[in-house]
């Protein structure tokens, strides 16, 4: 299971690589709704992001255009012009295009130079209406599943954790208040608004040093 957001800002994809789809999000019309609306289409970073991953990922496969169009269920007519960064594309074609090129949906939306899942903070979906939007956050590899959890701590509490298992992580994004993650050798500080991941195989805590209630969304991917 690949577990790629936090907090419903992005979706969660399937099983492992094969498993990396985001979910097409549907206007009431049933239409597939675009990667942004046409109207921002061209001052959309996200747009240049998939055409070069998209060229860079299909000539790394060793694939042509009209192969990866077979492959893919999408046209080569929408290749051209996706890898052009001349079209504007739904969720669900970007899905059928990172499965023929067996990668993760973030793989194409992620800037080409950053490639820290931990940070990925791409918004990859912009609706009708100006301040709607879905951002990819994160992302990480499950082996197992990944369990959504609901925290508040008042002011002065504190929720401590033992190491857990090799290769777990946990993914907080904080909407209310402000939060301090302890672990080993550094405290991070995260805002309201703000989300944190990091491996959580060394003890961690998270603290409310404020005076308000902290609230915040606590994944943890097994």
Known sequence: ??????????????????????????????????????????RAPVLQHVSQNVRRLRNAADLSQSALAEKSGVSRRMLVAIEAGEKNVSLATLDRVADALDVAFSDLIQAPDVRDPSRINEVAWAGLIPGSKAVLLAKAVAKREVELWEFCLEPGEVYASEADPEGWSEQVYVFEGCLNIGLVDTVHRVERGEFYMFASSQAHTYRNDGPVAVRFVRNVVL
Do not use: P, W
Not at 19 to 42: E, P
């Open 1 to 42: 299971m690949v577990f790629t957001g936090l907090l419903g800002l992005a979706c969660d994809k399937g099983e492992t690589q094969n498993a990396s789809k985001v979910g097409s999000i549907l206007r009431k019309s049933n239409q597939a709704s675009n990667i942004v609306h046409k109207d921002i289409a061209q």
